[in-house]
């Protein structure tokens, strides 16, 4: 078990640009999470994966964030045309089932800086 | 809507001493109910979870939190701080409902430890 691991682990871009973050969560792990964390926040639920469904997005993504998760293993996280507002640190979490008190595992994040 | 409150946004205490970090959520039911730790440049950490049964939890690292019901709090607590206990931590809720077990966290309590 090597836990959540995420890279890249810092990105800085330019404004108007696409980047993309891949999250890989624990084997076998069913459920993955995405949050976004800014300065002095709490992280913010983002969306959620059960397997290779994409289960609920929240009022945070817009139109320009893309998430998948490809046969059910690793997640990817697009921005497109980001925003100074989208600099924020993104994190991701696996758990093994999809009970609500089960402990889900973060990953390190990625931070996000867009110029 | 569902929230959680950590009122104390900073706390300093010295090595040694007795910690008590407060979280209050406002939800219609009991939910499930999580603290995390966050480390500089590290994942977010579970540290203790409680979801029925016996409302005083014990944790990893020493720490134990208390749910009460009744001032829809869940505190966490220890007995004796270390140095290494320096962090930023986060109470957070998952919905009783709708099992989609996304977190729903606070804004955080920084932890400072004075030698």
């Known amino acids: 078990d090597t836990g959540v691991s995420q890279d890249p682990r810092h990105k800085i871009t330019k404004r108007g640009q696409n980047v993309t973050f891949r999250c890989d969560p624990i084997?076998?792990?069913?459920?993955l999470y995405w949050y976004r964390q800014t300065l002095g926040q709490g992280p913010e639920f983002l969306t959620y994966?059960?397997?290779?469904?994409?289960?609920?997005k929240s009022r945070l993504l817009s139109d320009r964030f893309s998430a998948e998760r490809p046969k059910g293993s690793f997640s990817t996280l697009e921005i497109q045309r980001t925003e100074q507002g989208d600099s924020a640190m993104y994190l991701c979490?696996?758990?093994?089932?999809?009970?609500?008190?089960?402990?889900?595992?973060f990953g390190p994040g990625t931070r996000l800086l867009v110029l | 809507a569902q929230s959680v409150t950590q009122p104390d946004i900073h706390i300093t205490v010295s090595e040694g001493a007795s910690l008590e970090l407060r979280c209050n959520y406002s939800?219609?039911?009991?939910?499930?109910l999580f603290w995390y730790v966050q480390s500089p440049g590290q994942g977010l950490q579970l540290l203790l979870k409680?979801?029925?049964?016996?409302?005083l939890v014990q944790g990893i690292k020493g720490f134990e939190a208390e749910f009460k019901r009744s001032q829809s709090s869940f505190n966490l607590r220890k007995p004796s701080v270390h140095w290494s206990d320096a962090a930023e931590y986060f109470c957070?809720?998952?919905?009783?409902?709708?099992?989609?077990?996304?977190?729903?966290f606070g804004q955080g309590t920084t932890l400072q430890v004075k030698p």
């Open positions: 957070a809720v998952a919905p009783f409902s709708g099992n989609t077990g996304k977190l729903i």
């Open positions: 939800y219609g039911a009991t939910p499930y």
């Open positions: 084997s076998e792990h069913n459920r």
């Open positions: 994966f059960q397997n290779e469904a994409q289960l609920e």
């Open positions: 409680y979801f029925s049964g016996d409302t």
């Open positions: 979490a696996s758990s093994p089932t999809s009970a609500p008190q089960e402990t889900q595992y």
